[in-house]
C-alpha cells in the first residue's frame, strides 16, 4: 500500500498516512473520476471501512481528501452514528487528523498558509474556498480550453463536464448566475468552477 501511496502522495505524508490508514483498518480504493464528489467513507455491511478517492486528484488534494474521509470515519466511531456528517464534531477530528500535515515538506508555499487558513474552521470541500481551491488546481494538469467560469465574458457560453451548455448573465452576491441554454433554468456557480468556453460565441 505504501508502494502506492507514493504515486499519490507528497513524499512526506506517505508514511504518516499508511500507519493511519493501517492503525484504522480502512480498505483504500482508487478510483476513477468522479464529477459529484473527490471521495467518499462508507461503513459496509461486513464492518469494512471502506473509503474511494479519485485517481485523477493531484497529491495534495489527495492527501486532503483521503484525511477527510479517514475523519468521517473516526468522528462516527468517536461521537457515534447519530452526528452530522459534516457537524462540530466531524470539523474538530478533520483539524486533529489534518494538524500533522500543515507543515512546509508537505505543501508548497505557495499553498501552505492557505490549508492552514482553511483548516481553522474547515468545510465540507474545500472547493467551497475559492482562494485555497485555486490554490490547489494550480497543481492539476493543465488543459488549454479550460478556465474559471469568473474568466468567462457576462453573456458568453460555456460548456460543463458532461456537455451542459450555460449562458453567464453575472454575478449575483459571491456567486455566478447562468442560465442553461436548453432548459432556460438558472443556476448558480461558484468563482472557481472550472468551464470550457464555446469557441465562436
Known sequence: MSDVLQKYLPEHAVSPVFELIRSKGVHLRIVNERQTRHGDYRHSPLGKHEITVNANLNRYRFLITLIHEIAHLVAFETFG????????????TFQRLMAPFIRPEIFPASVLPLVARHFRNPTASSDTDPHLSRALKSFDEQTEDRCYV????????????????????????????????TTGRVFLFNANAEVEIVPGD
Do not use: A, T
Not at 81 to 92: A, F, L
Not at 157 to 179: E, P, S
Open 150 to 181: 469568473s474568466e468567462v465574458p457576462n453573456g458568453h457560453l460555456f460548456r460543463i463536464k458532461g456537455g451542459r451548455v450555460f449562458r453567464k448573465v453575472g454575478l449575483r452576491v459571491k456567486r455566478y448566475q447562468c442560465v442553461e441554454v
Open 81 to 92: 452514528r447519530g452526528i452530522k456528517p459534516h457537524g462540530v464534531e466531524w470539523k474538530m
